[in-house]
């Protein structure tokens, strides 16, 4: 007896570390919100949104013109043509140009506002993904939380069956030393009493496992102390079946569920960028203009403010009494000196302004492979489109009668509870008076057992799929 009190009393401790080492009890509205605010997969999709708006703000500045400023500089050598003069020589001197040019596209068959369209269809659908990303997270935290709720039923269920049979077990004690009945069943209610401890023990293990599995859901240290607030499960709201037909709630969420809603935008968006890439395969008209001046440090140009230099230039001959004479003329020149930098700059200024007109005649197939290509993806989001649709139905059917289900085996387990209550209260007179067997008894207290297992389990699983079918519909979740 001491040894099966020694065993309790650790079982009990276990439970009591399990389960009450922190006073700070959650609730599912802090579990969810947690959870929302620290899960990385919805981190990683506000990334993906923000890449999405940068996206479409691109696309938007594709409208507008560009603008670009060039400057080279470098030092030629050999034969070459000054750039500002356009003089040919030998000679190494050092150059400067600099030039401002812009374009825009005037028409392209509107490929540039069907990118934006497709962008802006893109960008919606990441930040609905966010709540799409964010409703999974709730569901399966709510579906964690449940599970954690019912284990530890599960556990003050088993703690009752443990408690009852060691009430059992002294009072047989008691009528053992008075006689009354035989050492056997003493015997046989230790045995009795093992197998319940050994059953609360791993009532207790899994009601640990779960707090570490919500944990998980939560990104919270399995270190920390944690644990959950217990509702009482008939308190937790809930609507009724009637209000839960499957097809007036598939059609709620078929047109609210966030999934649905990216997979409308997504499907939009490929049929804009089909548009944009037929578009590219079209002739596009564009205008550009530029503003370009250089400088060249051996570029030169007569110094009119000095006196000018008088050369003698042969002109030609002439023969007199066979003798050869030059002919010279008398030629003046003024000195040259070197253009500075800003009237070089003035005097190489030049404009330029026009339209061009660029036609795809040729690419290797590219074009057309991308206009391909776009389609069948546009075909791939409808059929994914499709898919979801259907596999949206067949949840909320199968969660309707899954619950419809869970209902009548509540029904019939509180039924069955009353019954096996009655059986046992019964039993345990008789056994009281000698008039039942030990075995006989613990059929029946393993029958009342059973049959309130079984309708915590009916009880849980019929909120959990009401709560679902409220998903939804679109009320989220909330116990």
């Known amino acids: 007896m001491k040894k099966w009190k020694l065993f309790l009393t650790v079982s009990l401790q276990i439970g009591f570390v399990s389960f009450s080492f922190s006073q700070d009890k959650w609730d599912l509205r802090r579990c969810v919100e947690y959870a929302l605010a620290n899960n990385i997969s919805v981190k990683q999709a506000d990334v993906q949104a923000r890449i999405a708006a940068l996206n479409l703000n691109q696309a938007r500045l594709s409208q507008i013109p560009s603008l670009e400023f ?3 500089a470098g030092i030629n050598s050999g034969r070459t043509q000054n750039p500002a003069d356009y003089s040919v020589s030998t000679t190494t001197y050092f150059s400067s140009n600099f030039s401002v040019s812009s374009g825009v596209t005037l028409f392209n068959w509107f490929r540039i506002q069907n990118s934006i369209a ?6 919606e659908a990441a930040r609905t993904n966010i709540e799409k990303i964010k409703n999974d997270i709730s569901l399966n935290v709510a579906a964690a939380y449940l599970q954690a709720l019912l284990n530890k039923e599960q556990v003050g269920t088993s703690e009752l069956q443990v408690k009852l049979t060691s009430a059992q077990l002294e009072n047989t004690r008691k009528l053992v030393a008075a006689g009354s009945v035989p050492e056997l069943n003493a015997a046989e209610l230790e045995a009795q009493m093992a197998r319940d401890s050994s059953t609360l023990v ?3 293990a899994t009601a640990a496992t779960s707090l570490l599995q919500l944990k998980a859901l939560l990104n919270l240290d399995a270190a920390l102390p944690f644990d959950v607030d217990t509702p009482p499960v008939e308190l937790i709201p809930v609507e009724s079946l009637a209000e839960l037909q499957p097809e007036f709630v598939f059609n709620m969420a078929v047109n609210n569920m966030p999934l649905q809603k990216v997979n409308q935008l997504r499907v939009q968006a490929a049929g804009k960028n089909v548009d944009a890439n037929k578009s590219a395969m079209y002739p596009t008209i564009s205008a550009f203009g530029s ?3 250089t400088y060249n440090n051996k570029s030169a140009e007569a110094n009119l403010n000095s006196l000018p230099v008088i050369e003698s230039v042969i002109i030609g001959k002439v023969d007199v009494n066979g003798n050869s004479y030059n002919v010279t003329r008398d030629v003046a020149s003024f000195p040259s000196k070197n253009v500075g930098f800003f009237r070089q700059m003035d005097q190489t ?3 330029s302004l026009g339209i061009s007109l660029n036609v795809p005649i040729f690419r290797q197939g590219q074009l057309r492979t991308q206009y391909k290509r776009s389609q069948l993806d546009l075909e791939n989001l409808k059929l994914q ?8 139905k067949q949840d909320i059917y199968k969660a309707y009668t899954e619950a419809t289900a869970s209902l009548q085996k509540f029904v019939a387990g509180t039924k069955s509870v009353e019954t096996s209550q009655k059986a046992f209260d019964f039993a345990t007179k008789r056994y009281n008076i000698g008039l039942l067997n030990t075995i006989d008894l613990l059929t029946n207290q393993n029958n009342l057992f059973k049959a309130r297992i079984d309708k915590l389990l009916a009880q849980y699983d019929y909120v ?3 709560k679902v079918l409220e998903f939804y519909k679109g009320q989220g979740i909330k116990l």
């Open 202 to 204: 791993t009532a207790q």
């Open 118 to 123: 497709a962008n802006r269809f893109e960008n």
């Open 349 to 351: 200024f030049g404009q």
């Open 385 to 392: 489109q499709s898919l979801d649709n259907q596999t949206l």
């Open 464 to 466: 959990f799929k009401l």
């Open 70 to 72: 060039d400057s080279r």
């Open 291 to 293: 503003l370009g001046t």
